[in-house]
């Protein structure tokens, strides 16, 4: 079973510059999430979708960041435009909608420097 | 508001038995999960505990009091491995997840 997918893997901006961060999760896994954890900080969730509909954006900052989900299955999440403290991994995880555990599966992560 | 509180360091030596505490305050409660992260790695998956108890998987066990608001992580016959940091993380009803600040593991010779 393919993994949790993620790309780009590292990413180096200047502030005010765009980004965007590409997720496939796990196939069958309706559940997505996006997370953001900064250095020797638990993840903090950012969005959570179910299939293609938003469950939880109450942390995104939404002045500058933006996320979408068009066919319930891949994910992009976009910074625009970026400031310094968003230097971090973003992290995508998936699971499966209907399952009290939730065990979350997470992709590599896309570490962003902002410079 | 919600808040998670670990400690933030713990150390102890190869066979050993090492226990992570996780204190939490939020509202509508519904289960307490456990990470293992590795330096540069992705979080995988322990444990989860939604009834009160000990769950047990293999060296590793975890802990809930619902009571309490608190749960632990036991690992037990410590190997150099298990050097990671270890994140607690409430799941809400709403399902939303909030994950604690992670403690970090040492494992000595």
């Known amino acids: 079973e393919a993994g949790v997918a993620q790309s780009p893997r590292y990413k180096i901006i200047e502030k005010r510059q765009s980004v965007a961060f590409w997720c496939n999760p796990i196939?069958?896994?309706?559940?997505l999430y996006w997370y953001q954890q900064i250095l020797g900080q638990g993840p903090k969730l950012l969005i959570q979708?179910?299939?293609?509909?938003?469950?939880?954006d109450s942390q995104l900052p939404k002045d500058r960041f933006s996320a979408e989900r068009l066919k319930g299955v891949d994910s992009t999440l976009k910074i625009q435009p970026a400031k310094l403290e968003d230097s971090a991994v973003y992290l995508c995880?998936?699971?499966?909608?209907?399952?009290?555990?939730?065990?979350?599966?997470f992709g590599p992560g896309t570490r962003l420097t902002v410079l | 508001g919600q808040s998670l509180e670990q400690p933030s360091e713990v150390t102890a030596v190869e066979g050993a038995i090492v226990q992570i505490n996780c204190t939490y305050q939020t509202s509508g409660f519904y289960g307490l999960s456990w990470y293992q992260q590795h330096d540069g790695g992705a979080p995988t998956f322990l444990s989860y505990?939604?009834?009160?108890g000990l769950e047990e998987t293999g060296r590793f066990s975890s802990f809930l009091s619902r009571s309490d608001s608190y749960g632990y992580l036991l690992l037990q016959e410590l190997q150099m491995k298990d050097s990671a940091s270890y994140f607690c993380?409430?799941?809400?009803?709403?399902?939303?997840?909030?994950f604690g600040p992670g403690t970090r593991l040492s494992v000595l010779p």
């Open positions: 995880a998936s699971s499966l909608e209907r399952e009290v555990v939730n065990e979350q599966f």
């Open positions: 993380a409430v799941k809400n009803y709403g399902q939303n997840f909030v």
């Open positions: 505990n939604g009834l009160d």
């Open positions: 196939s069958g896994h309706a559940t």
């Open positions: 979708f179910q299939n293609n509909g938003v469950v939880d």
